[in-house]
């Protein structure tokens, strides 16, 4: 885990100023070694975290005539070795400079791990920034005729001294009003962005300005997957899955964490980790069953199915989660140099981004830090690749008509009169159904008692896209629907001094995902259908039949009639 940042300049002139608020954003990221290699109108930062067993202990990195600086998590080592005849005590952030300067950028697509980077080559007078396949690590960058920077934390951008910070209104009526990110790029101010995933960025001065060129390393979803029987796409789906895994465990020395719920995409996580013979540390979101007493259908039931199979235990988050200035965020932000008021609300005492689920990825952290836990395996993105969350009407979005109509006809088994109600079923999906999945998608937070009346005039219903999560998943990326959970673990685990895993956006997994037939995820109105196949023989039964997982121990928490005015 590391900060990256710098500026880039079509004249010559000192930036103290900037380099000082660029390190300060972005010590969250890395407290190992600080490094900045400035020339002329050039200036490249490091704050590097030695997590992975072969990371350097040079924060910037100087190749011929190219000088980077990487964040990296490499999971495919042992290949970039033998493509690169490279020593096998190289670290990784040299691994990927050797393998880019002799293969180019366009090689990236053959990278697997989470990673973002910037490389200036001196020869060529040029600055490229470039990112991982699905997004995971986080880079911003700003640009115009005559400056231009760049930034792991976004805040490191806001403070420099000619950084047109200007509030992105569109970005931020559809994130709250929507309740996910409006694009893959965007952010929530008009010219400064994220560098999108799968793709990099060179930046060239001519004519005394600033030019920018953007290419794409790969396409998700580019080839349609077809195999001969169901057991094969299951077959293949279970391998990349559990390489995904063991790749990740393969990369980080140490104990590992894990979220675990009672869903299908931790849970598998969960037991992988564990028949995979690494020891690791569990935590639930859900408060502890000797605070709250169990309820009907609920998730922690699932949670002690799993830990009774495996013979592992689950940490649970409290009722009242520490939020003083005793907490590990606290803790953790002081030692940055950040100054805490601790009569201030949470809230405000921490400045931190409204992200969702921000205070239980906290307990999260907290919880692996505890137990001696350094990166924290998540299921973020399972439900819209591997494990994707299907509806009848995406076979037919998809031309998938045969399953689409046997999809109806099942749903109406044993019921008089099948035929008409077969038909009455295929209206619904493709009337009222069709109309509330492709139509503008908004939240009750786009409610007038929610957003600022004349901020909301500017703004209607129309200016809403639709939400693709549930028939159109390569869409739904390419939109920025990952960004949700991705943005804010990078975060959020930065200034907790812990690193999240993802392993179901390994791009292999997702790809794999979006690019099978629709009708594998659904069958007999069994959603989720081919992951839960795959995966049968591992599950407990609980876990396996598990429809929608919820925190039902919520009907036990103690009433508070002031929760909505809160």
């Known amino acids: 885990m590391s900060?990256?940042?710098?500026?880039?300049?079509?004249?010559?002139?000192?930036?103290?100023?900037?380099?000082?608020?660029?390190?300060?954003?972005?010590?969250?990221?890395?407290?190992?070694?600080?490094?900045?290699?400035?020339?002329?109108?050039i200036q490249i930062g490091c704050c590097l975290q030695m997590l992975a067993t072969h990371t350097t202990t040079s924060p910037i990195l100087h190749m011929n005539s190219m000088y980077a600086a990487i964040d990296l998590?490499?999971?495919?080592?042992?290949?970039?070795?033998?493509?690169?005849?490279?020593?096998?005590?190289?670290?990784?952030?040299?691994?990927?400079?050797?393998?880019?300067?002799?293969?180019?950028?366009?090689?990236?697509?053959?990278?697997?791990?989470?990673?973002?980077?910037v490389i200036y080559d001196e020869n060529a007078q040029t600055l490229t920034l470039f990112r991982d396949h699905m997004g995971i690590r986080p880079l911003y960058y700003y640009a115009d005729n005559s400056f231009m920077a760049f930034s792991t934390d976004i805040r490191g951008l806001l403070g420099l001294d000619g950084v047109d910070s200007s509030l992105n209104e569109d970005w931020?009526?559809?994130?709250?009003?929507?309740?996910?990110?409006?694009?893959?790029?965007?952010?929530?101010?008009?010219?400064?962005?994220?560098?999108?995933?799968?793709?990099?960025?060179?930046?060239?001065?001519?004519?005394?300005?600033?030019?920018?060129?953007?290419r794409s390393y790969w396409q998700l979803g580019k080839k349609k997957i077809h195999y001969t029987s169901f057991e094969l796409y299951k077959a293949k789906l279970k391998?990349?899955?559990?390489?995904?895994?063991?790749?990740?465990?393969?990369?980080?020395?140490?104990?590992?964490?894990?979220?675990?719920?009672?869903?299908?995409?931790?849970?598998?996580?969960?037991?992988?980790?564990?028949?995979?013979?690494?020891?690791?540390?569990?935590?639930?979101?859900s408060v502890d069953p000797n605070e709250i007493p169990y309820a009907d259908h609920d998730e922690r039931l699932i949670i002690k199915d799993i830990c009774k199979q495996e013979h592992i235990q689950c940490h649970y988050s409290q009722m009242k989660s520490d939020r003083?200035?005793?907490?590990?965020?606290?803790?953790?932000?002081?030692?940055?140099?950040?100054?805490?008021?601790?009569?201030?609300?949470?809230?405000?005492?921490?400045?931190?981004?409204?992200?969702?689920?921000?205070?239980?990825?906290?307990?999260?952290?907290?919880?692996?830090?505890?137990?001696?836990?350094?990166?924290?395996?998540?299921?973020?993105?399972?439900?819209?690749?591997?494990?994707?969350?299907?509806?009848?009407?995406?076979?037919?979005?998809?031309?998938?008509?045969y399953h689409f109509f046997r999809s109806m006809w099942s749903s109406t088994h044993g019921q008089k009169g099948r035929i008409f109600r077969t038909l009455k079923a295929c209206k619904n999906q493709l009337g009222p159904k069709r109309r509330t999945l492709t139509g503008a998608f908004c939240t009750v937070f786009a409610t007038p008692e929610f957003l600022n009346k004349n901020f909301r005039s500017h703004f209607s219903e129309k200016d809403m896209p639709a939400l693709h999560f549930s028939?159109?998943?390569?869409?739904?990326?390419?939109?920025?629907?990952?960004?949700?959970?991705?943005?804010?673990?990078?975060?959020?685990?930065?200034?907790?001094?812990?690193?999240?895993?993802?392993?179901?956006?390994?791009?292999?997994?997702?790809d794999f995902a979006v690019s099978i037939p629709r009708h594998l995820y659904l069958k007999n109105s069994h959603?989720?259908?081919?992951?839960?196949?795959?995966?049968?023989?591992?599950?407990?039964?609980?876990?396996?039949?598990?429809?929608?997982?919820e925190d039902m121990s919520a009907k036990n928490y103690p009433s508070n009639p002031n929760w909505y005015k809160e």
């Not at 033998?82 to 040299?94: F, G, L, Q, R, V």
């Not at 969702?356 to 137990?371: K, R």
């Not at 989720?528 to 995966?535: L, N, T, V």
């Not at 396996?544 to 997982?549: A, M, Q």
Request: proline share 3%; aromatic share 12%; charged share 20%.
């Open 324 to 401: 003083s200035m005793n907490s590990l965020l606290a803790r953790q932000m002081q030692s940055l140099g950040f100054s805490l008021d601790e009569n201030e609300p949470p809230a405000l005492r921490y400045a931190m981004p409204p992200y969702i689920n921000a205070m239980a990825l906290c307990d999260s952290c907290s919880c692996m830090h505890e137990n001696g836990a350094s990166v924290i395996f998540t299921g973020h993105g399972g439900d819209e690749g591997i494990s994707h969350r299907s509806s009848p009407y995406e076979m037919f979005y998809h031309h998938e008509y």
């Open 471 to 510: 028939y159109d998943p390569i869409r739904y990326i390419a939109d920025g629907g990952s960004r949700n959970r991705l943005d804010n673990v990078a975060l959020l685990g930065a200034y907790n001094n812990i690193r999240y895993i993802v392993p179901y956006l390994d791009y292999r997994v997702i």
């Open 527 to 549: 959603n989720r259908f081919i992951f839960r196949e795959a995966f049968r023989d591992i599950m407990p039964k609980s876990l396996y039949s598990v429809h929608i997982k």
């Open 73 to 117: 998590l490499l999971y495919n080592r042992e290949e970039l070795i033998i493509k690169c005849n490279a020593p096998t005590s190289i670290s990784d952030e040299e691994l990927l400079l050797s393998y880019l300067t002799q293969f180019g950028m366009s090689a990236l697509k053959d990278v697997n791990g989470d990673f973002s980077g």
């Open 172 to 214: 931020i009526y559809r994130t709250l009003s929507g309740y996910f990110v409006d694009s893959v790029t965007s952010t929530e101010y008009q010219n400064i962005f994220c560098v999108s995933p799968a793709s990099y960025i060179t930046f060239s001065i001519k004519n005394e300005k600033i030019t920018q060129e953007i």
């Open 3 to 41: 900060g990256i940042f710098g500026t880039f300049c079509n004249s010559i002139h000192t930036q103290d100023k900037n380099k000082k608020k660029l390190i300060l954003w972005n010590n969250a990221y890395g407290r190992d070694a600080k490094q900045i290699f400035e020339k002329n109108n």
């Open 239 to 285: 391998e990349l899955v559990t390489d995904s895994i063991q790749r990740r465990l393969q990369a980080i020395p140490g104990k590992a964490g894990a979220e675990l719920s009672g869903g299908l995409d931790s849970g598998v996580i969960g037991i992988l980790i564990h028949r995979l013979g690494r020891d690791c540390v569990y935590f639930s979101w």
